[in-house]
């Protein structure tokens, strides 16, 4: 770690004058300016050969990788300017892959992806570079037969991982998933002349598909993502996915917390919390998930003063305006919070983090400090919102995988449920098309077919119901039928008597 650290030192900051690393355990947060690619080349191979450190932080490894593997292709992420930039580094060639680089900042231009979306994607843009390269291919010359044989790879090792659900058909939609980027990073390469004119297309190429016929991809990149899900649509631009599997998020829509479940994992919290601070801390991840169907990343991106904000918009009105500062691509939407969990949000300020602060000497500053500490009055990552609620939703009986994520389909299901029932009364349209439209925006999506599988299990789930009902009713008027056509037959029988 030494070597590496001086390494980097004399190579990024001494040549630029800058001042040293800030180094913290194993890893680190370089704030590094763009390097020439030949210095940064020298740079990774140094390192990478020492095997004592790596250039940059945050090395992906992935979630479903096996525990012993020699990969080919290894990466990283760093931000510079405001951008986060995948680095995919060719182990063999001891090179920079620019067309895997290139694309994913393309894709950080055009769609303005977090750091967690860009990780997802940058690990499945590696493995299929990776299976291209074990089979001696390139970009340029893969082939409808190295999509299926990916795919067909990609499904056996997530159904081998030990964090696999052993559930084929969510395994099918993580593959999916994998695959859909490989076929977008075929067609950017094709339309930037980086391989050739018969790559990729929907007649008389070696890959099938009609991405770069499609209208909306005409306009680059960042379209695709608000692209129509038709099952027509989909089999003509990834014709090899795994079919029937539903929507592209990784999400499962199998589950929904109840509010048994909810209170459970409450109570979880405050047993086995070792102080009111964190207890009142975590129960209010659970609460606000659980009010508005934020993710986990913008739960933590609120701050006191927004809080206190917040406070001063309190009236006779139910409800206030609130724009966390981390949103999903960049956005910037506001929502509307109820006042009394504004004032919860408020009163664990008052009550609890700053009586903490005191305590501990924490050093807060109550206009820009983040309103989730840890223990050591530094901010909480987000995966750590993760981990505490996850345990709690367990002990409570939930399924392994159910964390705060769920909380957010709990809130889209029963905002769908609510406004179903609204548009019923109202007389008015009670398409899923018209639903998500109108429910999107209170989940803070800008693309309404996102929520169409969450609209789609409602109104499925609401006829099931009502079908229930009606077959009920059907028997019991049958039984009252028979029941009536007995008595009469008795009455006929004792008057022939």
């Not at 182990?91 to 055009?110: G, P, Q, R, S």
């Not at 695709?224 to 539903?246: A, C, D, K, M, W």
């Amino acid at each position: 770690m030494a070597l590496g650290h001086r390494l980097i030192e004399k190579a990024c900051f001494e040549h630029f004058a800058l001042q040293h690393l800030n180094v913290k355990g194993t890893l680190y947060e370089l704030a590094i300016p763009y390097l020439s690619l030949d210095l940064l080349d020298e740079v990774i191979a140094t390192l990478l050969m020492t095997c004592t450190a790596r250039v940059y932080p945050h090395v992906l490894t992935g979630s479903s990788a096996p525990k012993v593997r020699s990969p080919q292709v290894e990466l990283s992420i760093v931000s510079y300017d405001g951008k986060f930039i995948v680095l995919f580094y060719d182990m063999a060639k001891e090179l920079l892959i620019e067309d895997l680089t290139d694309f994913t900042l393309a894709l950080f231009d055009d769609e303005q992806l977090d750091y967690k979306t860009i990780s997802n994607v940058a690990y499945d843009l590696r493995l299929f570079w990776e299976f291209l390269a074990c089979r001696g291919r390139c970009a340029s010359h893969c082939t409808d037969e190295d999509f299926a044989s990916f795919r067909d790879a990609e499904l056996k090792s997530v159904m081998l991982s030990n964090r696999s659900k052993q559930k084929k058909r969510i395994a099918q939609g993580t593959v999916n998933a994998r695959l859909r980027w490989a076929y977008r990073l075929l067609a950017w390469l094709q339309r930037q002349g980086r391989i050739p004119g018969d790559s990729l297309g929907e007649r008389g190429c070696r890959v099938r598909s009609s991405l770069l016929c499609s209208e909306e991809y005409r306009h680059g990149v960042q379209n695709i993502r608000y692209s129509s899900r038709s099952s027509t649509n989909e089999r003509r631009r990834y014709p090899l996915l795994f079919r029937n599997i539903g929507s592209n998020s990784k999400h499962a829509t199998n589950f929904f917390p109840s509010e048994d479940t909810r209170y459970a994992a409450i109570s979880r919290i405050h047993d086995n919390a070792c102080s009111d601070y964190i207890a009142h801390r975590n129960t209010l991840f659970v609460d606000i998930a659980n009010a508005l169907g934020w993710r986990r990343a913008s739960i933590n991106s609120l701050t006191i003063n927004g809080i206190k904000e917040a406070l001063k918009q309190l009236s006779s009105d139910d409800y206030v305006t609130l724009s966390p500062s981390i949103q999903k691509f960049g956005y910037t939407e506001t929502f509307d919070v109820p006042c009394w969990l504004v004032e919860r949000m408020n009163h664990f300020v008052e009550e609890y983090l700053k009586p903490m602060a005191a305590h501990k000497k924490w050093k807060i500053n109550t206009n820009s400090s983040n309103l989730f500490l840890g223990v050591n009055g530094k901010p909480l990552k987000d995966r750590s919102i993760t981990q505490i609620v996850s345990k709690a939703m367990r002990s409570a009986g939930a399924p392994p995988w159910a964390s705060v994520h769920s909380f957010r389909r709990k809130f889209a299901n029963d905002e769908i449920q609510d406004e179903t029932k609204y548009r019923l009364d109202k007389g008015l349209d009670t398409s899923a098309a018209s639903i998500s439209a109108s429910v999107s925006l209170r989940l803070g999506q800008h693309d309404p077919d996102s929520i169409y599988p969450y609209v789609a299990r409602s109104l499925t789930a609401q006829r099931s119901s009502i079908d229930e009902e009606r077959r009920a009713h059907v028997s019991a008027v049958e039984q009252e039928n028979i029941a009536l056509k007995s008595l009469l037959k008795l009455r006929r029988t004792d008057g022939q008597r």
